[in-house]
């Protein structure tokens, strides 16, 4: 969440946005983070294709398993 905040410019314990971040799936919050830290062009679903092949977890699965429970 802090990284979310940052990026929007507020300090890391500033809610005034976490309203409109909660609404993030988190495809959308990984994404997001990874651009702040300058990662762009597509790197979140790079890193998601390295987590696949090295440790078998497909984590789109596991974001669609968490939403649904």
């Given amino acids: 969440m802090k990284y979310l905040r940052q990026r929007r410019g507020l300090e890391e314990n500033d809610t005034e946005w976490d309203d409109k971040i909660n609404d993030y799936n988190s495809n959308k919050a990984f994404k997001e983070v990874l651009e702040w830290q300058g990662l762009l062009g597509?790197?979140?679903?790079?890193?998601?294709?390295?987590?696949?092949?090295?440790?078998?977890?497909?984590?789109?699965?596991?974001?669609?398993?968490?939403q649904t429970k």
């Fill in 42 to 66: 597509g790197w979140d679903r790079q890193i998601k294709g390295y987590v696949q092949d090295i440790y078998g977890i497909n984590l789109d699965e596991v974001n669609t398993n968490k």
